[in-house]
């Protein structure tokens, strides 16, 4: 059967500043998603990362549809009015449009979604990050998909030999979609020439090679394109299927044992390493560090199963260790060179201002001036 997976994110305020939501909030989001499912949605799975809600929806309806857009939407809203009734931090933040105009992209919450002919076993991950960007997945998505020496699947099953289409989206181009598409093996350093620029070039779905199968999808929505500014990170959800033709559950999953940097943690604007976490864990130091879960699921006919949380086994103990002492590690140089992010990058416009108005007091040193110098 064809079946749509879709999962759109917002974060719509959070108990002492941007930590996590609270149980009113999600419990309203629960009830309204659920009251509203009947004869639209399949299934579906509501759970939070960091100060994000995540709305994981199962359906008959394609990519991009209207109804069940308008039933995220409807959710967002009536949990920004129990998190305005409860003076949460930020409710409704990244509500950015008054009216819903059809579909949810370009209107603040993130969205990834793939239609897809439903295997008879169809196990797949969700993911969802806080306080960092889509961009974050470049690296484990070129792993797992692209490098032999993470996912050893690409050499031994014939399956996989063929290799994946990788569809980058070039995130800075305002006036629409600006994607080019690679395909590993054979234009490998084309990819990664892109990919090591997370914050413009981003991967926003992998197909397969072998059937033309979607595998990944990402949401790659920049909130400042949005919005003519900075509003907050992105915090990108993503749904990646495995098995047979697609990588293993534990080649998608092992590049996060890297934890590597990423942008994002305080105030959007510093390079912190990518924590693993339990679903449903909230943001602490640093305002981060920037989190990332998965939810483990079968699906059949539509109905998901529970959820089984990736990251919350024991081995993931030490890799959070590891990212904690990289974390504290980057943040012993404070604002110096590679802590912070660039210029064009950073969330807050205090620091532009700022040499701004420096600028006007450089001077060129004349050439006595420069003799006494
Ligand atoms: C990062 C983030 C936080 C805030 C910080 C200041 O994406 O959301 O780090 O930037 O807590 O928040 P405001 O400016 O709302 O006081
Ligand atoms: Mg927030
Ligand atoms: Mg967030």
Redesign the pocket.
């Known amino acids: 059967m064809k079946l749509t997976l879709s999962v759109i994110k917002a974060d719509i305020g959070s108990i002492g ?2 930590i996590a939501p609270s149980r009113a909030l999600l419990e309203k989001v629960r009830a309204l998603v659920a009251e509203r499912a009947k004869g639209l949605l399949l299934d579906h799975y509501i759970s939070y990362t960091g ?1 994000d809600i995540a709305i994981l929806m199962t359906h008959a309806r394609g990519t991009g549809s209207a109804e069940v857009h308008r039933l995220a939407w409807d959710a967002f809203l009536a949990g920004t009015a129990v998190a305005r009734e409860q003076g949460l ?2 409710a409704g933040q990244d509500l950015l449009k008054d009216a819903f105009a059809g579909n949810v992209t370009g209107m603040g919450p993130a969205v990834a979604e793939m239609t897809i002919e439903e295997r008879p076993n169809e196990p797949f991950l969700f993911f969802a990050a806080d ?1 960092t960007d889509p961009g974050a997945y470049n690296l484990p998505l070129y792993l797992a998909f692209a490098d032999p020496m993470t996912t050893p699947g690409l050499i031994l099953s014939p399956k996989m030999a063929k290799g994946f289409r990788f569809v980058v989206m070039d995130v800075n181009c305002t006036e629409g979609d600006r994607v080019i598409e690679l395909s590993a093996p054979e234009e490998l350093y084309d990819l990664a020439a892109l990919l090591r620029d997370p914050e413009r070039y981003v991967v926003e779905s992998v197909w397969s090679r072998a059937t033309g199968e979607q595998a990944a999808a990402v949401a790659t929505s920049r909130l400042h394109n949005i919005a003519g500014k900075y509003t ?2 992105d915090d990108p959800v993503m749904l990646v299927r495995t098995q047979m033709n697609f990588p293993a559950t534990g080649e998608i999953l092992a590049p996060y044992a890297t934890a590597h940097f990423v942008a ?5 604007s510093h390079n912190m390493p990518l924590m693993p976490v339990a679903l449903d864990t909230g943001t602490s130091y640093f ?1 981060g560090p920037p989190l990332v879960s998965c939810a483990a699921f079968a699906v059949h006919g539509g109905r998901l199963t529970e959820a089984l949380d990736c990251f919350a086994h024991p081995f993931w103990d030490s890799v959070r260790d590891r990212a904690a002492e990289k974390g504290m590690e980057m943040r012993r140089q404070g604002f110096f060179g590679a802590a912070m992010l660039p210029m064009g990058e950073l ?2 416009t205090g620091i532009t201002e700022k040499l701004k108005s420096l600028d006007g007091r450089f001077h060129m040193r004349k050439e006595a001036e420069r003799a006494a110098a």
């Open positions: 500043g941007h100060d931090y930020g306080k907050g990170k994002g943690g305080m105030r959007g305002d969330e807050y």
